[in-house]
């Protein structure tokens, strides 16, 4: 079976993984550790502290604004610094909708949780679950 996921839609879904996953601290059991370039943060976060000036964008809402300005986003093994798993947007619109059918069905019925994000985020950045 195959799921297609418009790129709106797969953005939301990993966007949602990323708050999900990061926020509980899932990813770092296994050793990773999410890199971005600090140009690239930096001027994800001007352009949209510009877009809406009274606000404060969060960690994560800067990590996709990155990946929007062409940007890419790292997980590095800690335990292997040759294992680095870089990604761009094309990854995450092309990967989402590979996600394993019942976590990803989870994450469009919003009925989510770390586990649902933990494998949403292995799909894109691996192309593959290779945790748990």
């Known amino acids: ?13 990993f966007y949602n993984a990323l708050c999900n996953a990061l926020g509980s601290g899932y990813m770092r059991g296994y050793g990773l550790v999410l890199e971005v370039d600090q140009t690239e943060y930096s001027a994800a976060k001007n352009a949209l502290k510009l877009f ?6 969060c960690y994560e809402d800067i990590l996709m604004q990155v990946l929007r300005e062409g ?3 790292t997980f590095i093994d800690e335990e ?4 680095v798993y870089p990604i761009t947007l094309a990854e995450v619109h092309e990967r989402v909708s ?3 059918l019942d976590h990803l069905l989870d994450m469009i019925k919003e009925n989510d949780d770390a586990c649902t994000a933990d494998v949403i985020l292995q799909t894109v950045f691996f192309n593959d679950v290779i945790f748990g």
């Open 98 to 100: 590979k996600t394993p």
């Open 52 to 57: 809406e000036p009274t606000s404060t964008p």
């Open 80 to 83: 292997d610094e040759d294992s």
């Open 1 to 13: 079976m195959e799921i297609k996921l418009s790129k709106a839609e797969s953005e939301e879904y």
């Open 71 to 73: 940007g890419t986003l």
